[in-house]
């Protein structure tokens, strides 16, 4: 594979450096690179394309912001014209958890796999061609190993390599039980690259073990080895976790134009070029442009996160639901009806909580019966807009802002 | 199960005594000792054999002493009536190492599993009642589990328990490779009593661990609890090392008469006791007798010993082949042909070596062309016999006897 570069002409040369330099972009690691472009060389000096995989987990289908870092990558490798494998980790949804205690594993009927891998394509069709996909249920050939491939399986890894796995390492010492059966999930996922042929995998760093998997046992049943790109994994709005939905942090891709981009708009600012880099289709050059100009005072950090949340409405529903979105921002934040300097608060708290015990929390009213009261008489507007149920429960986000009567304002700090 | 001894008669009482001593005589470790009594009780109660296990290494079916201790403990069940269930861990044996590293765990065929079953069994039948022992393969279960079983199987054990196994925390200490399919190993052997429901598992004390993984699994998957009753193990002819076929210290059930015979001769005195108890039918009475009168003078060592070779003998090939035995034994060894007082010369090689090099080792002959020469005109014997080949190789025994010309002897000590 070594002097596959050597064939090359210039011309084709020229296309792996810049095929190459696309796929790396915006990647937290490549397993190891001079494989990647090797491939890339390969695929170019054949005219044949990659097989690329991204393996999803079946119980969990709604897809965020977080989940489009890996789907842009492989929506470049789509461009060039590579195909894209991807593969329902059903099997280990069907079987659930053997030892009961994990309520997050329940174990999946044939049905519920299915509508959630229907979900799954429905929502990735906003950034994927989805007609072009090879799409896979892992269940298909794990369903058919037997007792005897399973010892075969295992007798191509040490125990000691599998405990390295961080969070395994860590369990055993902290001597918090690990099932054996546990052992084999990273072990599916590289067989299933074994079965796959694939030449390379997509995931986020902490898919970073489970990926190597997949190129160990590739390797120990004689196939090429798969690279790993590993992409950075997203902060949610809180600017601290990665983004998620058991967090509340995200920004689902299915998510109404108006609350896309309110939540954009509750970024921390230093995580925008983050966010312009890894869930916009923003060119590195037109990111560097908007950092410069935020950081010589030319751009408004604030301007420039309408130009994040106007960009994430506008890729999933298009230019003038982003303007809507945007106009709606402003006409409640911004039409002058805001005082410019309204006085931070400080928030550590849950995620939500009752208006009632908000107002009380932050000395706002004195008693809940007076907040109570105030609420009736239409006097509380949160993010502008007027609470009229003394029962109702906020979600409470970054820079929102509580409204008391005319003249108090509170905008909440989270982090 | 607790209260089935209040339900018993005083004549069942007895009884349960009765069969509880006779089953515990002998054994380094019966856990739990109450759960025996209990299931021994139920036994009577109900009128019911209990099942007992014992699982057979398909690839090493020479059949000898060391082996012979469980046996012995097998026969005393049946005598009492109970079922024995011999289980030839074929499944394993067929799969081979799947790492290929281990020479010792080649596959087998369909055929050699066979033949060694049935090698075993004919062995087997100079101690046990064949025509009443359940016979199973455990490929007829584990061959019929798939990925799914496995992974349930495997969910209902930790890690942590697994590296518990002495030899896995030593090669995980030292930073020796342990292949994940190793561990499946133990999981085989506890599974194997899930599905005979047997009540007890016989094995020997460096079987703790896998036996402890029947009572394990058997209540995992809601099963009474088998009872471990492991047998010490017999150190072989150099006393120290477990009898085995590898370190060639070992008696078979299957040598000649004056083999055996001879190489119970060979056993260190202060092992003696242990041979009586763990290798002949002698009851626990007649063992103190002998050795209280070996202790007091009345019997001399070498006779006890006598009396042990000729019960080994007795036990495997008939009281006339015994009594030859010993006959031939006395008239090479003790016919005053041998002086009293041979010069002990200490022995720590290898346990075969050729004739003329152990005359140069020891000085017997000045040189290799010397001691050719010497074997040529007859002069050497070795345990009274003449050696006549220059070539002759012979296997070094503890008390073995090199005469060189009319006057020179020398008697090896190995330990």
């Keep these: 594979m070594k002097n596959q570069l050597e064939q090359l002409t210039r011309e084709q040369l ?9 796929y790396s972009s915006g990647a937290a690691e490549i397993i190891p690179e001079e494989e990647l472009k090797h491939k890339i060389a390969k695929s170019v000096l054949l005219d044949k394309p990659l097989k690329i995989k991204l393996g999803l987990d079946p119980s969990a289908p709604d897809v965020h912001l977080g989940h489009t870092v890996v789907l842009n990558k492989l929506r470049q490798f789509q461009d060039n014209g590579h195909v894209i494998q991807l593969i329902i980790g059903d099997f280990t949804g069907k079987i659930g958890d053997p030892t009961g205690k994990s309520t997050a594993r329940k174990q999946l009927t044939d049905e ?12 990735f069709g906003k950034v994927l061609k ?27 890894i040490t125990v000691a390599r ?41 995931g986020g760093t902490d898919q970073h073990f489970n990926i190597l998997m997949g190129r160990h046992f590739q390797e120990k049943f004689g196939k090429e080895k798969q690279v790993a790109i590993l992409m950075p994994l997203l902060e949610g709005l809180d600017g601290v976790e990665k983004m998620s939905k058991s967090k509340n942090n995200y920004i689902g891709i299915d998510e109404p134009p108006n609350d896309m981009y309110g939540k954009a708009m509750s970024i921390p600012d230093e995580l925008m070029p983050k966010y312009f880099e890894l869930a916009t ?54 039409k002058g009806e805001l005082p410019t300097d309204i006085p931070a608060v400080h928030w550590q708290g849950s995620r939500s909580i009752a208006v009632i015990d908000l107002l009380v929390t932050f000395d706002l009213q004195s008693s809940k019966s007076e907040a109570r009261r105030m609420i009736q008489n239409g006097g509380i507007k949160i993010n502008g807009e007027k ?15 509580i409204q008391v009567g005319k003249r108090i304002y509170r905008q909440l700090k989270c982090n």
Excluded at 177 to 197: K, W
């Design 14 to 22: 020229a296309e792996v450096d810049r095929q190459f330099s696309i």
């Design 112 to 123: 519920e796999v299915q509508h959630n891998a229907q979900t799954y394509f429905q929502q």
């Design 130 to 156: 989805m007609e072009k996909i090879e799409l896979h249920y892992n269940s298909k050939w794990h369903s058919k190993l037997h007792f005897e491939d399973v010892i075969n399986l295992a007798g191509k």
């Design 162 to 202: 599998l405990i390295e796995r961080d969070d395994f390492e860590e369990r055993l010492a902290l001597k918090k039980p690990i099932s054996l059966h546990e052992f084999f999930y990273p072990l599916m996922q590289g067989y299933d690259s074994v079965v796959l042929e694939n030449d390379i995998e997509l």
């Design 281 to 334: 289709d923003f060119s590195l050059d037109e990111i560097q442009k908007i950092q410069h100009e935020v950081k010589n005072n030319i751009l408004h950090p604030r301007d420039a996160k309408m130009l994040l949340g106007r960009t994430i409405v506008r890729i999933y529903h298009g230019q003038e639901a982003a303007e809507e979105a945007e106009l709606r921002f402003k006409s409640v934040f911004q």
């Design 387 to 401: 609470i009229m149920d003394i029962h109702a429960v906020i979600t409470i986000t970054n820079d929102l802002i």
